[in-house]
């Protein structure tokens, strides 16, 4: 990660208010599943990621856009950002910036069937020739 968005990730740390009331849980000892460590605050063993901070779309593009990534579906690049970063609503993110990607959608493969020949019903010579009846059963 580049000097630039570790300075923007430090500084909304240092800025957001719900991540200062977390920091002051985290320095009163109530809280266990966050931790500060060098400015930056981890969820678990993954770095916290603030939606203001402007570095969700980055990550996005680089698991999902880039040449070594090769445009994977959602869970793929859920699991590649799940390893490292945490925000909210990051499942949804992830979705939304998938099924957004242009080139995703034209090359995504087919997972359905292809459809059989149409096979014509034969042509009545006179009305009642045929008669058909569905039964429906075992209704709540």
Known sequence: M??????K??????????????????????????FLRDGFLFFGNRLYVLKSSGLIR??????????????????????????GFFWENMRE?????????IIFQQDKSDTQRQGGLLQPL???ERPWMSVS???ITQLP
């Open 58 to 83: 980055h990550l996005l593009k680089e698991c999902h856009d880039s040449p070594w990534a090769g445009h994977p579906g959602m869970c793929r690049s859920l699991a590649l950002l799940e390893r």
């Open 93 to 101: 993110d992830v979705e939304e910036h998938v099924h957004t990607c």
């Open 122 to 124: 034969p042509i009545l």
């Open 2 to 7: 580049s000097e630039e968005m570790q300075n």
């Open 133 to 135: 009846m569905d039964f």
């Open 9 to 34: 990730i430090k500084e909304s740390v240092e800025t957001d208010t719900l991540v200062q009331n977390t920091v002051k849980q985290i320095k009163e000892g109530k809280t266990r599943k966050f």
